[in-house]
Structures are given as C-alpha cells and as structure tokens.
C-alpha cells in the first residue's frame, strides 16, 4: 500500500500562514505533455476540471509535479488535472472508459456509488488485480442511475495526492431538480508530507497533528470560573479514560491545506452567476480524511439531493458531510458575491471560494467557529444524557442508575448534553411525534415479526474485549437529528440525517428485512488501530450476503470520531429507530456512540468493499468485504 | 543489618510482584468505572459475548464465492509493520560535563514490536555506563504492552551484567506513560525499575513534563558500586518546546537521591550521594 512519492523539495521557509491558506496561484504545475493533450477537451483554468462526456472516454494517470502551499511535490493525476475530469454521463448509456497507468506503480479507478457489476467496482484485490504500470484496463458499464458522484483511485493511498474526479450522471428523462447553472463544488485536502509518512507519525503519537488540545491554563481558568471540583470533575472522566475530547480529526490543517475545486483558500476559487439566476451546487466531499461544514453566510441552501439521489427539499443554514458523501443544493443568489466556507470539523482550518457576479470578488469571510469538546453523550451515548434521550424502554432503567453516577459530569459536559437534547428541538420532537405515530403500527407488526424494527439490545462482539478497542459504548443512542459535536446551538440551521427524506419513488423495496446484522466501529487511538468489531481487515471475515434478499444491518460507533461508513456495489437505505425508511445513501456518516441502521437489497453478485471512507481509518483497518452470492 | 534485611525482603517481594504487574494493571485497567454505569473499557467478553466470524457463512478472504485467485492481495497498514525512536532524553549537566541518552525505538505492527531501550551516561565524551534492553512487545491491553527479553548492562569501569527482562508499558489512567521491568541475572540477582512520566501542556507547544524513576536490587553488586535494597530516586521537571512535535529542546532541573550501600559506595568513590543539577536536552521522534 505504500506509494513513495518522489521528494522534488525546494526548501523554503513556510510562514504558517502560507501553509495553510496555501499559494493564490497553487496547483498543478506542469503543463499537460504532449501525449495527453488529446485526452483533454479543455483548458485546465485553475479550480475548473475539464470537463469529459459521452459513452468512450480515455483515461491516464502520471505523477503530475503540483505547488499548493510553496514546496513542489509529486501528485498522482488522471489526465493531469487537480481534480480529475469532471465526468458527465447519462444514465441508460453503457460507457467505456479506458484507464492507461503511467505510473511506476499499479493503480485503480472506482467508482463511488455506481452500481455495476462487481468486476468493474475498481478494488484491487477484491473486485480485480488493479491495472499494472504501462497498461490500460476497459471499464465497461451501463449507468442505472442519475446523479452527482464521484470517482477515485482505490490503491493505497493515490486518492489522497490527486485522483479524484466528479461524476455527474444526468437523468435519461431530463432534470427534474431545475437550475440555472450547475456547479461543481469538490472539497478536497493536500498534504505535502508523503501519505504514509504521516500514517506511521500517527503510528507513533496519534496526537501529532491534533493542536487543539487541553492546556493547563485551560484548567485554571476553568477553576476561576467553575470552581476547582468542578473543572476537575469536567476532566475526571476523560483522563480517567485517557481519552481526548478535542480528538476530532487525526489530520489537521497542521499537515493539511484545504482544497476547493483543487484551488487553496488564498487561491479562493471564484464560481461566477448571472444576476437573478438560480444556481445548482454539486458538493462532493472528495477529501482523503477531512469531514467539512459548509455554508454560504447569506444564503440558504436548499439540499435537493444526498449521494446522488433525489431527498425532499430541505432549507439549511449548514451541513457537515464526511469523505464520500455528497450533497446538492439550490441557491438564488441575489448580492454580487457570497463566501463558500467550508471549515474543517476540528476548526484547525478551512477550504473557501466565492460565488460572484465575476472573477476578483470576494466576500466577507467568517471566522473559524470555537473548538468544543466531545461531549459525554459522544462518549457514552444515552448514558452521557442522563439516560433522558429517545432510546428504548428497556434501557430507561439502566440509564436513570446511570444518572446516579452523573455526578462526576462536568458542566460543560452538561451544557453540551443539554446541547445535544435542546437543540433538536422542534427536530427532535417532530421525529418523536413521527416515531410516536409510527410505534402504534410497528408494535403491533412487533408480534409478528420481531425485525420490523432495528433491534436496541447491544452485542459486542467477543473481539472488542482486546488490545484493539479502547472503548466500548453500552448505550448508544440513534439520534439521526444530531448535527454533531460543534455544530449543536450554533444559531444555525444545521442539516441532520432526520431532515433527509428520499422523494417518492427512490426507495422502492419495502420488504421488511428477513435477517438481521449488528456490526460495531471500533478502534483504539492510542495505537492508531481501527476496525470492526476490533477486527482490522487482515483478520476479518467478509460478510455474506444473498442476492436480492431484504437485509438490515446496524452500525454501533464504539469510538469518539464520526465514521462515514461506504458500502459499495449496493445502496445503504437509512431507517429510523421505529424501522422507518427513511433516505438512500452510498455513504452513511455514523457519528460517536450512535447506533444507526440501514437496510439493503443486494442485487449485484460478487464482492464488494465496505469500509470507512476517512482513507486512513479504512487504511488502518476498518475494512471489510462484503460477498453477495 | 536488621534493615538491611528487611530491604533485601522488601525488594525480593517487590520483585516478585512486579511479575504478577501485567495481570493487575489490566485488571486495574478494566475495573467497571462503577456497577451501574458497566464497562466501557478492557474487561474480558462475556459468555454470550457476539460471535465477529457469525456472518461469514464460512467465507474467508481467500475463499468463498468470487474470491480473487491467487494469494490474497490487499494488505492494508494493520498488516504492515512500522518503526519508530523516539529520543527521550539526549541532555547535558553543565555542572560535571556530562551527559545521558535515553533512547527508545521499537519495529513490529500494532500489537507486536521489536523494541529496544537504551540509557546510558556519558562523560568526557566517554561512555561511563550503558543499559540496553532489547525486548519483544506484545500488547496486553488496549493502553499496555507486556514486554519481555534481555537487559545488557556495560559498566566501563565494573563488570558487564546481562539480566532477563520482564516488563509493561504503557499508559495508565489519568496520562501517566509507565515502564515498570523487572530482571534476573546470573547468581540470584533481581531488579526492579520503575518509570513514571506526566506531560502537562502549558499550551499546545510549550510542555512540562514532570519525571521520576527509582531502582531496587535484590543482591548487592560490589563491582558495580550497587548496594541492595532501594538503590536510587530521581525526580526531573523538564520545559521543553515543541517547534515541531518531533524536535523539541528542554531545559530542565534533575534531582536524585542514592540510598544505602548505593550511597555509601558512592561516596567512598568520591561522588555525591545526591545531586540537583540543571539539565539541557533535547526530545525527538522520527
């Protein structure tokens, strides 16, 4: 897995600054050679794709010399651009698509959210052998569905030094979300430290990008203001635990500079509108391992479509998407320019453009929001929220014993589980009020068969009992309307997994599910180990699944980061805790000590990849193949 | 002498116990933070506890419906065995011009390492005394390795010693980084070391680290100037500051305390039986 990016160094001092926000002018630096010039359709602008359609399409990838933040590195690009090409299809179409390596080393392209036959899902290793130096492989599928996608290298870690590409799919019967203009929004992340370098620091310290931690002078200035037992108190259980609440991200903008459409903050890309035009904008979180928050202070975004596919309309302030997700939203526009900020979850930078009337202007820019710290009911779910929070009946005895024990519960720990109660709200009770509607249905179903609701009984598994795991959560909560650490009372309105909800149509299996899978996210920061079950990759087992059957599978997330959970070859449909359908998804964010569950209908044979898409926790482990037979 | 055997006791059984360590910190380790609130961390599965294989259908990696043929070819980083030194202490004592390394590096994956440490002091730019473990690591618990190996002691003036080593490490609750090891040379000798540090961040770069580490010796060791019972305490309190979070200069003050027969011999050497000095260093990781 390791790719040894040549270390072209110029050695210049980096102000901090500089490294951050990035060169104005950084990105690829070589022009296309000649022998690729016929592969690209138009001019590489800085932060503009070209753009490649129809049913053949040729693709290469070459390590391409790039300069985001003052030091040269080798990228590996497709078609020398960063980002890839934007690809634009049409669903009903069967496409080729030709992919030639020239690189030293043997590559792969998958793509992300696509349903096709198994051989052409581009995993090396589970879907085919990858594509060897100097050779080219035939991608050939026919498009099923309609949509904003993406695609990406699936081999070590080439995703995050370059190849990522947009793919927009566009409806055989005509767009049904109407606009006037569609852009294409693609967050990414560059380090110029070599990939796995910054993997085996990790392997070392798993702190050492993390610079937001406690201080000491934190705590006394806690103890002026809270008293002593009470900052002690608001400590006792992490320390106790050797856990870190302000571990939000493993990678910050200390190794990071934040990418939008391959363009650095001070580089600001500019998406330009017509005055009175209504604007499509395609965001595709194409970052190797940076979850993001995105809004455009002066504008709603109304989030039409999640992962490709069609969703209710939504208005919102903000939404946080992780690696894979993606999310479309309408704008209107009616000032001269608008920020696109994107900060990254752990507040330690951003990615940011402008939407303006033409090139050169900018936007007021807003500050980075306050670093929080998880809170207990991130840690501990229901039990971090005094056992007060919509989980089963069954546990409301446990969780008011727990409540006993809260006393040790800081106040700000409070304030954040109050926080996370308060502020879903109208949210949380309309959900309740649906769930409440829905119990009287599903409990007489419940007799009849038991899995018409996801079960809330948590199994470990036997191997979360080990070295790998470094926490168990025994009461996770499902709480879909949670925005998530540092977006809870922010005086916005934040999209939630509750706000999604497939239109008419888009889920069309309402068979209830015939078995049952409990999974659990684990992992232990201290070792920079994640998994399954506590079970890395190498020791795991695939999951077995049969064509066509009707399967749930529940996610419990036993650790203190948000995972944004891909399962490819078939679609992810989110329910409620009643068992209520609720959207389709390719990538499902689960977020600390939440329990969450989809259901499946495998229709495509063979075997597929299942894994966190923050490429280092996949990397590390947290991996699983799934067969379908 | 009376005290002197019962130092010689209290070793013996300090000794002993530090090999039963490993159980009772992972027991320690995974006590239920309290009865109602159950058992976030360690612990051991329950009867019932889910089985990970049970959705398998006995399928493998290799084997199974649509499995690539051939020998499985991805291996991602829990397969993948990383390295690592983590410089410590390299400092200087500008009062007798001299100085200590204490080096650690290890080889292996998450759960299996190759680990060597190595201390030592240097004087005149001589080295005057080195200790060297070289261990295997295996992790016990989620926060501790157990570690097991040889103890190569090279005295430049006294007799080269070579112990067998049994030890943890590892992060105990509230951030402490513990190594306790204990060893057993030739003709019945035993030691016991142990090594506590604590980091407290004044902010995200400038960091005081108090440190402490004693030893005990079941067997006096003339040759080496080493009396039985508690040899030596030192206690440091070392600023560094992190320009990087592998390249960081300290200063520091370093107290130590030498007890006994230790002491006794030391001073019939011609040394001090205890010290302050100011130290300046430097800690790296690569």
């Known amino acids: 897995m390791t790719q040894q990016l040549p270390q072209h160094t110029q050695a210049l001092q980096l102000s901090r600054r500089r490294f951050v926000q990035g060169l104005a002018a950084g990105g690829v630096l070589a022009a296309a050679p000649a022998w690729l010039q016929a592969a690209i359709n138009s001019n590489t602008d800085l932060g503009t794709a070209p753009v490649l359609s129809g049913r053949e399409i040729d693709l290469v990838v070459a390590e391409t010399p790039v300069n985001f933040t003052g030091v040269t590195r080798m990228a590996t690009t497709i078609n020398g651009s960063i980002p890839s090409p934007t690809l634009r299809l049409r669903e009903g179409d069967e496409v080729i698509i030709r992919v030639t390596n020239r690189l030293p080393i043997a590559t792969s392209i998958h793509w992300h959210g696509i349903l096709l036959p198994y051989q052409m899902d581009g995993v090396p290793g589970i879907s085919f052998k990858g594509i060897p130096p100097g050779e080219t492989f035939t991608y050939r599928f026919t498009l099923r569905q309609s949509g904003t996608y993406w695609y990406h290298s699936h081999s070590g870690f080439q995703e995050m030094t370059g190849m990522y590409g947009a793919l927009i799919i566009e409806p055989r019967q005509g767009e049904r979300i109407k606009a006037d203009r569609d852009l294409v929004v693609q967050l990414s992340d560059w380090t110029d430290e070599d990939p796995m370098h910054a993997f085996s620091k990790l392997k070392m310290q798993s702190d050492i990008y993390n610079f937001n931690q406690p201080t000491f002078f934190e705590f006394t200035k806690d103890v002026s203001t809270m008293g002593l037992q009470a900052a002690l108190e608001k400590r006792q259980m992490w320390n106790r635990m050797r856990m870190n609440p302000t571990d939000l991200s493993d990678l910050s903008a200390a190794t990071m500079t934040f990418l939008m459409n391959g363009t650095t903050p001070a580089g600001n890309w500019n998406g330009i509108f017509k005055r009175g035009e209504s604007i499509r904008l395609r965001f595709i979180n194409a970052s190797s391992n940076s979850f993001f928050d995105v809004r455009i202070p002066g504008l709603k975004l109304t989030v039409v479509q999640a992962d490709g596919q069609d969703v209710e309309p939504v208005a919102v302030d903000e939404f946080r998407f992780g690696p894979g997700e993606t999310y479309d939203a309408l704008v209107e526009p009616e000032e001269d320019a608008y920020s696109i900020f994107a900060q990254s979850i752990d507040r330690s930078g951003y990615a940011r453009g402008t939407l303006a009337l033409q090139q050169g202007l900018s936007a007021p820019l807003p500050a980075l929001d306050p670093v929080e710290w998880l809170t207990m009911a991130d840690m501990m779910g229901t039990m971090g929220q005094g056992g007060m929070a919509q989980v089963g009946m069954d546990h409301a005895a446990m969780g008011h014993n727990a409540m006993k024990d809260m006393k040790g519960m800081n106040s700000s720990g409070m304030a954040g589980m109050m926080g996370s109660m308060s502020q879903g709200g109208m949210d949380h009770s309309q959900h309740g009020a649906m769930a409440m509607d829905h119990s009287k249905h599903s409990m007489q179903n419940a007799t009849q068969n038991p899995l018409i609701k996801p079960s809330t009984t948590v199994k470990h598994a036997r191997t979360e009992y080990g070295a790998s795991v470094d926490m168990r959560v025994d009461m996770p909560s499902t709480r879909l309307d949670d925005p998530g650490i540092g977006l809870r009372n922010n005086g916005r309105r934040v999209l939630t997994l509750a706000d999604l909800k497939s239109i008419d149509g888009v889920l069309d299996d309402h068979r209830p599910p015939t078995k049952e899978l409990e999974l659990h996210l684990t992992g232990n920061m201290e070792r920079y180990s994640w998994s399954f079950d506590g079970l890395e990759f190498g020791k795991s087992s695939p999951v077995s699944l049969r064509q066509g059957e009707r399967v749930r599978i529940i996610l419990q997330n036993d650790t203190m980061m948000t995972h944004p959970m891909h399962l490819h070859g078939m679609w992810s449909e989110l329910e409620t805790d009643q068992g209520e359908l609720r959207v389709r998804r390719h990538t499902i964010p689960v977020q600390p000590a939440q329990r969450i569950s989809f259901l499946t209908t495998p229709h495509d044979l063979g075997r597929w990849a299942w894994h966190c898409h923050l490429l280092f926790h996949m990397d590390a482990g947290m991996f699983r193949e799934v067969v379908v037979s | ?286």
């Open chain 2, 1 to 286: 002498m009376k005290t002197k055997h019962m130092q010689q006791l209290i070793s013996s059984v300090l000794a002993v116990s530090v090999f039963h360590a490993p159980v009772l910190l992972a027991e320690m380790d995974s006590k239920p933070m309290s009865h109602e609130m159950g058992q976030m961390q360690g612990g051991s599965a329950p009867d019932n506890a889910r089985d990970p294989h049970a959705y398998s259908d006995g399928y493998t990696l290799t084997e199974g419906p649509y499995a690539q043929s051939g020998p499985r070819q991805l291996k991602l980083a829990d397969e993948h065995a990383f390295w690592a030194v983590l410089g410590d202490r390299l400092e200087y004592y500008e009062d007798s011009d001299s100085g200590i390394f204490d080096l650690q590096a290890w080889y292996g994956t998450t759960y299996d390492r190759f680990v060597v440490k190595a201390e030592g002091d240097f004087d005149d730019k001589r080295l005057e005394e080195s200790q060297t473990d070289l261990l295997w690591g295996h992790a016990l618990s989620a926060y501790f390795d157990v570690q097991l190996g040889l103890r190569l002691d090279q005295y430049d003036e006294g007799r080269d010693r070579q112990w067998l080593a049994l030890g943890i490490q590892g992060l105990a609750p509230y951030w402490f980084e513990l190594d306790i090891t204990a060893y057993v040379g030739d003709s019945g000798r035993t030691a016991l070391t142990v090594e506590a540090e604590y980091e407290l961040l004044l902010s995200q770069k400038l960091i005081l680290q108090p440190r402490s580490e004693f030893t005990l010796y079941g067997k006096e060791d003339l040759k080496n100037g080493l009396g039985s019972g508690f040899s030596d305490f030192s206690l440091g309190l070392r600023l560094r500051y992190e320009f990087t979070r592998q390249f960081a200069p300290y200063l520091g003050v370093e107290w130590f305390e030498t007890y006994d027969d230790t002491a006794n011999y030391r001073q019939a050497a011609g040394q001090d039986r205890s010290d302050t000095q100011l130290v300046a260093g430097l800690k790296f990781l690569f």
